[in-house]
């Protein structure tokens, strides 16, 4: 099956730090990488959808300038938080999708997640 | 908008059965199905395109209304192993890639 991988799995940092988050899928490429962010108990919130070579699609109240986004190549996507504060303390999951043509029957995998704490 | 799940919680025997049920309001392009354990990624289980359409691979199938604004995911005899959280996410008419997930409905089974 589709393997996707995210480091780091864990990071703790300190307030206006910036953290660099990366989301590889290791045996296909994907076009499409998803960011999400999940608070406990809850559901996956979609923040942004990432286009190889283009730029992210953030959601609504999601801020650009806070979560960067850079989608490198087919493997790679890669979300920085830029001047983190506690409230950015989350556990954030990417997704890649395998592009069969379908679009939205295309399946999303999901990398193991990073637990982000600020301090 | 976000898909409706049903029930939030469920608790079960070993050997159970279940049923989860995800509503939208608008009909959907696609239902995707997930499992996620704690601290863990979401784990795919299928997806269903069509209206009308039944599904399944072992003991968990799903079937997804003809007006595919429905869907439920079907758990026969479960086992311990089916234990998480399982949340379903919607694509939207139009083709659209993203997802919209539901809250989740969280499952124990136990011994």
């Known amino acids: 099956g589709a393997v996707v991988s995210q480091h780091p799995s864990r990071v703790i940092c300190k307030s206006g730090t910036s953290v660099k988050i990366e989301c590889r899928s290791l045996?296909?490429?994907?076009?499409?990488m998803f960011w999400y962010r999940q608070f406990p108990k809850q559901s996956l919130m979609l923040m942004a959808t990432s286009n190889e070579g283009s730029k992210a699609t953030y959601e609504q109240g999601v801020e650009k300038d806070k979560f960067l986004i850079n989608h490198a190549s087919l493997t790679l996507s890669t979300l920085t938080v830029t001047s983190a504060h506690p409230e950015d303390s989350s556990f954030y999951i990417c997704?890649?999708?395998?592009?069969?043509?379908?679009?939205?029957?295309?399946?999303?995998?999901f990398g193991p997640g990073t637990r982000l704490t600020v301090l | 908008q976000q898909p409706v799940q049903s029930p939030q919680a469920v608790i079960l025997r070993e050997g159970e059965d279940a049923v989860i049920n995800c509503s939208s309001s608008k009909a959907l392009y696609s239902v995707h199905w997930y499992r996620q354990k704690h601290g863990e990624a979401p784990v795919f289980l299928m997806i269903?395109?069509?209206?009308?359409e039944q599904k399944g691979h072992d003991k968990i199938s799903a079937s997804f209304n003809e007006k595919k604004q429905k869907s439920s995911l079907y758990l026969t005899a479960s086992q311990l192993s089916y234990s998480g959280t399982y949340f379903c996410g919607g694509s939207e008419q139009g083709g659209s890639e993203k997802l919209v997930f539901g809250k989740g409905t969280k499952l124990t089974v136990n011994p």
């Open positions: 997704s890649a999708r395998v592009a069969s043509g379908g679009g939205a029957t295309d399946t999303q995998y």
């Open positions: 045996d296909f490429q994907a076009t499409t």
């Open positions: 269903l395109l069509k209206g009308g």
